[in-house]
């Protein structure tokens, strides 16, 4: 199974504040544990909302961009990773070992990914190919 | 440059509706020409928060408080991602502008770039 694990934003991801040398170490240190035991798919940081959009749909006319920052902090997401395990229960493992060296009140939301069988007879046999074949060739794109 | 590309929640995604044939379709379509133009890095659908957990550090906290999905504030989960490669927020915005709405829902689609991309 897939996982999303999502850390929201904070008043100084916001702000763009960098974190911390020893905080630095020690994620890398625990992005290299979930790399040796084959669970770490990707993992990113964004910048904040300031530097991002967003495109609004509002049903019958044309979508329309809005520029950041955007107002609710802690909504907002300062950063993720996709994790390859068996169990929600294991990436809640993994997520309690997440660096916290600032010692800062902070939030981690980890859901699950949809997979082709999820998605039941509306997954098409011919659909499922083609998705397949478009995530093989994203690949390339990485 | 790399950007992070979220689909906020629905109360229909919410509520677990499998999306309709057309929808699967025409995304299925559009993330084709994702990956055809060279900006298709990643695409992921998310289930609804029911399925999800949280966890809490509260200040100075070394242990976290676990709290399990779902979670109220529907606007603000994410129920899909995109990871694209692009030049720019303002190209991304252009591409997300045609993503596929065919049941006309109103919704938000969040750009991010991802910090130290190049």
Same mark, same amino acid.
């Given at each position: 199974?897939?996982?999303?694990?999502?850390? $929201?934003?904070?008043?100084? +991801?916001?702000?763009?504040?960098?974190?911390?040398?020893?905080?630095?170490?020690?994620?890398?240190? #625990?992005?290299?544990?979930?790399?040796?035991?084959?669970?770490?798919? &990707?993992?990113?940081? *964004?910048?904040?909302? =300031?530097?991002?959009?967003?495109?609004?749909?509002?049903?019958?006319?044309?979508?329309?961009?809005?520029?950041?920052? #955007?107002?609710?902090?802690?909504?907002?997401?300062?950063?993720?990773?996709?994790?390859?395990?068996? =169990?929600?229960?294991?990436?809640?493992?993994?997520?309690?070992?997440?660096?916290?060296?600032?010692?800062?009140?902070?939030?981690?939301? %980890?859901?699950?990914? #949809?997979?082709? &069988? @999820?998605?039941? @007879?509306?997954?098409?046999?011919?659909?499922?190919?083609?998705?397949?074949?478009?995530?093989?060739?994203?690949?390339?794109?990485? | 440059?790399?950007? *992070?590309?979220?689909? $906020?929640?629905?109360?229909?995604?919410?509520?677990?509706?499998?999306? +309709?044939?057309?929808? %699967?379709?025409?995304?299925?379509? #559009?993330?084709?020409?994702?990956?055809?133009?060279?900006?298709?890095?990643?695409?992921?659908?998310?289930?609804?928060?029911?399925?999800?957990?949280?966890?809490?550090?509260?200040?100075?906290?070394?242990?976290?408080?676990?709290?399990?999905?779902?979670?109220?504030?529907? $606007?603000?989960?994410?129920?899909?991602?995109?990871?694209?490669?692009?030049? =720019?927020?303002?190209?991304?915005?252009?591409?997300? $502008?045609?993503?596929?709405?065919? @049941?006309?829902?109103?919704?938000?689609?969040?750009?991010?770039?991802?910090?130290?991309?190049?």
């Amino acid at each position: 199974m897939r996982f999303m694990v999502i850390m $929201k934003a904070s008043e100084q +991801s916001e702000a763009g504040e960098m974190p911390s040398t020893q905080l630095l170490a020690e994620m890398s240190k #625990f992005n290299e544990e979930l790399v040796r035991a084959g669970v770490m798919l &990707a993992g990113e940081g *964004l910048s904040p909302s =300031s530097e991002g959009a967003r495109v609004q749909f509002s049903g019958d006319s044309a979508p329309s961009v809005v520029d950041g920052p #955007f107002a609710e902090t802690k909504e907002l997401i300062a950063g993720f990773w996709i994790l390859q395990v068996r =169990s929600l229960a294991e990436a809640v493992e993994w997520v309690k070992r997440v660096p916290n060296t600032d010692g800062a009140h902070h939030q981690i939301e %980890i859901r699950r990914i #949809f997979e082709a &069988a @999820d998605f039941g @007879d509306n997954l098409t046999p011919e659909l499922r190919e083609a998705e397949e074949k478009a995530r093989a060739a994203a690949e390339n794109n990485a | 440059m790399k950007f *992070l590309v979220m689909v $906020k929640a629905s109360a229909a995604s919410e509520a677990g509706e499998p999306p +309709s044939p057309e929808l %699967i379709e025409q995304m299925g379509r #559009f993330n084709e020409e994702l990956v055809a133009s060279g900006h298709l890095v990643q695409a992921a659908g998310l289930t609804p928060s029911a399925e999800g957990a949280r966890l809490l550090w509260f200040e100075g906290d070394q242990t976290p408080q676990l709290v399990d999905g779902p979670f109220a504030e529907t $606007k603000e989960l994410v129920a899909g991602l995109w990871i694209l490669r692009g030049e =720019s927020v303002a190209e991304i915005a252009e591409l997300m $502008k045609r993503a596929p709405n065919p @049941d006309r829902s109103a919704g938000t689609v969040e750009i991010r770039p991802l910090a130290g991309e190049l």
